[in-house]
Structures are given as C-alpha cells and as structure tokens.
C-alpha cells in the first residue's frame, strides 16, 4: 500500500504540534507554581510524552500499519526537536540563544518522542495485519 504524503505531513505536524503545546503549558503551570522541584517536573514531562507517543503510535499502527506510522512519527520527533527550542527561546526558559538550545536538545528532544512511538508503532502495526487476516 502506497503512503499518502500529504497525510503523513500533516499528521506529523499535528503530532509535533500536540508535543510542542504540551511542553509550553507544562512550562507555564511550573512558572506559575511555587515548586523548586525542577528535577521532578522534567522527568514528569518526559513521562507524558513517552506515555502520549507510545499509546497514539500504538493507534497509528492499527489504524494506518507500521511503515506510515513509523515515518509519521519520525517527522513528528525531529519536528518537535525543533519546536521544542524554539518555544523555550520564546517563552524565555532558560535564557540561551536558539543555536544552544537547538545543539543540546534537538536529538534528545526528537528521540525522546521518535523511540517510544516506533516501539508502540510495531504493535499497532502487528494488530492491524491480525485483523485483516
């Protein structure tokens, strides 16, 4: 079966938008709190994007098989590697330049998201072709 490209475009740009949305709320519910657990808040964030990109992976292999969503959410990691920065800088975060922020986190960020959704993609992909047989 071919892959749409117009459909793996913009669901990786919603997928890395959704992503990039989450971080800049969880940054603003920390700046608002009166918390000094950095540390707990970073790893708490990380929990939420593995545990969101493994079940909608999971949801993407069933709905569209394993090689469209593993290349949606490909996309969708390096693109939140990037956004991700980019609203840090925006939101003033850590007072870096966009240069820093994108050379220290953009393969961090992009694994982080990219690793869980191609392991949740494999079983997704795994129960659609137990369905269609």
């Not at 950095?38 to 992976?57: N, S």
């Not at 990037?82 to 220290?104: F, N």
């Not at 949740?120 to 369905?131: D, F, W």
Request: with cysteine; net charge negative.
């Amino acid at each position: 079966m071919p892959v749409n490209l117009v459909y793996v475009v913009v669901a990786a740009l919603v997928r890395a938008l959704v992503v990039v949305v989450l971080y800049a709320g969880f940054v603003e519910v920390l700046d608002r709190s009166d918390s000094d657990d950095a540390l707990g808040a970073g790893l708490l964030y990380f929990l939420l994007v593995v545990v969101l990109a493994l079940c909608w992976a999971i949801w993407d292999g069933w709905r569209r098989g394993l090689p469209t969503a593993a290349i949606v959410w490909l996309i969708a990691g390096a693109l939140t590697g990037l956004g991700i920065p980019v609203v840090s800088i925006a939101l003033d975060v850590s007072g870096a330049t966009l240069a820093d922020e994108l050379r220290d986190g953009w393969l961090f960020l992009a694994l982080l998201v990219a690793v869980p959704a191609l392991v949740g993609a494999v079983p997704g992909g795994i129960a659609r072709r137990a369905r269609a047989a």
